[in-house]
């Protein structure tokens, strides 16, 4: 017998209604969001949306920012801002994941320290 295995929180499993239900805004809110780009729905093949849990966060999140008075525009930048941080840093944590194993293979002695790197160079 096979297991269920829950869907991720990238998973596009929600409908527009239990979306705007979940996240507190009117589906005409959220088809907004998705017209300008802001919290961007899968498709079905009919054209439904669908949402991710992480979406709706991310619905909850915009929410929050207008509620404080930032402009759509704003909120946009934010989120953009803030997807490019995680990038970056998921991608410091693959270089430093990198260096410890290329540092494993050749005997050298660490140099990460509180997310600094420092260059180490052997003596003549």
């Given at each position: 017998?096979?297991?269920?295995?829950?869907?991720?929180?990238?998973?596009?499993?929600?409908?527009?209604?239990?979306?705007?239900?979940?996240?507190?805004?009117?589906?005409?809110?959220?088809?907004?969001?998705?017209?300008?780009?802001?919290?961007a729905a899968g498709r079905t093949t009919g054209g439904g949306r669908r949402y991710s849990l992480r979406d709706v966060e991310q619905l909850r999140?915009?929410?929050?920012?207008?509620?404080?008075?930032?402009?759509?525009?704003?909120?946009?930048?934010?989120?953009?801002?803030?997807?490019?941080?995680?990038?970056?840093?998921?991608?410091?944590?693959e270089l430093q994941a990198e260096l410890a194993t290329a540092q494993q293979s050749q005997n050298l002695p660490s140099v990460i320290a509180h997310h600094q790197i420092a260059l180490w160079q052997r003596r003549r």
């Amino acid at each position: 017998m096979n297991e269920f295995v829950p869907p991720g929180p990238e998973a596009k499993v929600f409908v527009i209604s239990v979306a705007a239900e979940l996240s507190g805004l009117h589906p005409q809110t959220l088809r907004t969001y998705d017209r300008l780009g802001i919290v961007a729905a899968g498709r079905t093949t009919g054209g439904g949306r669908r949402y991710s849990l992480r979406d709706v966060e991310q619905l909850r999140e915009v929410a929050r920012l207008t509620a404080e008075g930032l402009g759509l525009e704003g909120v946009k930048r934010v989120i953009e801002l803030e997807n490019q941080v995680a990038a970056l840093q998921e991608r410091v944590a693959e270089l430093q994941a990198e260096l410890a194993t290329a540092q494993q293979s050749q005997n050298l002695p660490s140099v990460i320290a509180h997310h600094q790197i420092a260059l180490w160079q052997r003596r003549r």
